[in-house]
Nanobody, 126 residues
């Protein structure tokens, strides 16, 4: 059973930074693509970043240049470095695993991911 645990959320002022971590247990994550999503109250879950098992990444325009996803396979952990945070970045952030081994397709829709963490709250004050 794959389990994910996010950490690193909190309250930060606009313009500040946070680094989220997502530790994977139950299986080595090195051959899986992984993603970060976020969900604000009353809104649908939104794609934030994805990283392929090989290390390549993809971001939507809303966070490109501000957020960076990375992975440390030795620690079975994926990170999301968030800089220049804006109030509209406020949401619960979730990490997720695409269980297809060594997939060349980086998915950007939530339904394509198979395992999810419990989420961590990020609040950006103006």
């Amino acid at each position: 059973q794959v389990q994910l645990a996010e950490s690193g959320g909190g309250l930060v002022q606009a313009g500040g930074s946070l680094r989220l971590s997502c530790e994977v247990s139950g299986r080595a994550a090195s051959t899986y693509n992984m993603g970060w999503f976020r969900q604000a109250p009353g809104k649908e879950r939104e794609f934030v970043a994805a990283i392929r098992w090989s290390g390549s990444t993809y971001y939507p325009d809303s966070v490109k240049g501000r957020f960076t996803i990375s992975r440390d396979n030795a620690k079975n952990t994926v990170y999301l470095q968030m800089n220049s945070l804006k109030p509209e970045d406020t949401a619960v952030y979730y990490c997720a695993v695409d269980k297809r081994i060594s997939s060349m397709v980086l998915e950007t829709t939530a339904v394509k991911y198979d395992y999810w963490g419990q989420g961590t709250q990020v609040t950006v004050s103006s």
